[in-house]
């Protein structure tokens, strides 16, 4: 299985920990923008932005991933 960045996994962190998304984009040194999209799995963090996110959410990075079963073609 793979793992994978899950934007609706940060979503939900996000606002468990009560930050807007213009606050955490502030705190990571990003654009209120890029987290919707991120939120949004349109586009996937880096892993040093995906580090930033967890230390600023509290969270642990695994707990922003999501494992998928690679599918055979």
Known sequence: MARHFSGRRL??????AGISIE???ITIARSAYSIQEYERGRVTPPITVIAAIADALGRQIDELLTEEEAHAA
């Open 11 to 16: 979503r939900e962190s996000r606002k468990a």
């Open 23 to 25: 606050l955490l984009a």
